[in-house]
């Protein structure tokens, strides 16, 4: 499927983030407001079909791009869900270069297959941490 990623919620509209969140257990009862300040204290990233501007994917960052960064809100619509969308999506930011040599944080219950492609190690059931002295080893 042919996309492309956009960054910075500026380039969103805020109801198609919410859209997206709605569809998620970690969100769904997300206060807008919440969700609207959260975008403008993250990085924030989105999947586009290419020619449309219908955002199926979105995901944002949290860091202090000097030691950490936490990677959250991921999501696929799920429509578009198994095209490759979420492996591209996670594949661009965890390669920008504003986060290469940074402790990389998430949480999640279902999705460890995905994440454990760009080098993210189960710390517990639902933490994944990569890099720097991760999980006992060496980034």
């Not at 983030?17 to 969700?35: C, F, G, H, N, S």
């Amino acid at each position: 499927m042919d996309y492309r990623i956009v960054e910075g919620s500026d380039k969103m509209e805020t109801k198609d983030i919410v859209r997206l969140l709605r569809m998620t257990y970690w969100a769904d009862k997300r206060p807008i407001e919440q969700i609207e300040k959260s975008l403008h204290n993250s990085s924030c990233y989105g999947v586009y079909p290419e020619n449309t501007d219908k955002l199926v994917g979105f995901a944002r960052v949290i860091s202090d791009y000097a030691t950490t960064y936490y990677l959250c809100d991921v999501i696929i619509d799920t429509e578009y869900q198994h095209k490759g969308l979420g492996t591209a999506l996670v594949s661009h930011i965890t390669s920008l270069p504003e986060y290469a040599g940074l402790r990389g944080l998430l949480i999640t219950r279902d999705a460890h297959a995905l994440y454990q492609k760009f080098g993210f190690e189960v710390l517990n059931e639902r933490v994944m941490v990569k890099g720097v002295n991760c999980c006992g080893h060496s980034a």
